[in-house]
Structure formats: structure tokens, C-alpha cells
């Protein structure tokens, strides 16, 4: 079982930079790939961005492309998403998961273990 804690959110103004990090449990992080998903009040959970187990590959959703960054530390068993040229539209509740998919997906039933959240609030 993996236990995720992110961290990292807040408020910020539009046109500005957040670094989430999402912290793991247990010894087996590298073999899980890992995702960032994002709900606003009223809307579906959505795909953000995902990341190999290694770190090689990365994926993104067209929203964030260019403006996200995921990454990840195995020795610190932690994944990041740094966030910049931040918008309005943003504004969600931002969820780490891992899978044990080799390339990871963009929808949220391939994903086993999720953390609580971080808001994140962008104002315009």
C-alpha cells in the first residue's frame, strides 16, 4: 500500500508560480508511475500530468502544457508539479495518485492510491 501527502498549495495572483510536492510511503515509490489530477467545485476530476517510474517520460494535459512541470525524486520518494504563468481556471483541488502502469494514463480509474488533496486558488 502507498500512503501520498501533498503539499505545496495556496493562494496566488494569476501570472504566478506554485510548487506542489506529493511525499510517499513505503520503499517501493520507483515502481509506481505518478499523476497529478485537478477538481474545481462542480466539475469532473481531470488529468493534469503523469510520470514515468523512472522520470523519463512525462505527459501533460493540453491545458497546462508549457506552463506544468512534473518531475520526481526517487531518493526522496516525492513527485513534484511546478506550476507557472498561473491562471484563474486553475483554481482546483490538486491530487497526486500512483499507478503500476509502465506509461501512465489520463483517466482516473487506472490510478490506485490517491492523496487528500491541496487547494490551490488563483486570483485574477
Known amino acids: 500500500q502507498v500512503q501520498l501527502v501533498e503539499s505545496g498549495g495556496g493562494l496566488v495572483q494569476a501570472g504566478g508560480s506554485l510548487r506542489l510536492s506529493c511525499a510517499a510511503s513505503g520503499r517501493t515509490f520507483s515502481t509506481y508511475s505518478m499523476g497529478w489530477f485537478r477538481q474545481a467545485p462542480g466539475k469532473e476530476r481531470e488529468f493534469v500530468s503523469a510520470?514515468?517510474?523512472?522520470?523519463?517520460?512525462?505527459r501533460y494535459a493540453d491545458s497546462v502544457r508549457g506552463r506544468f512541470t512534473i518531475s520526481r525524486d526517487n531518493a526522496k520518494n516525492t513527485v513534484y508539479l511546478q506550476m507557472n504563468s498561473l491562471k484563474p481556471e486553475d483554481t482546483a483541488v490538486y491530487y497526486c495518485a500512483s499507478t503500476t502502469a509502465g506509461f501512465p494514463g489520463v483517466r482516473f480509474n487506472e490510478y490506485n492510491y490517491w492523496g487528500q488533496g491541496t487547494q490551490v486558488t488563483v486570483s485574477s
Open positions: 510520470i514515468t517510474r523512472s522520470g523519463v517520460s512525462t
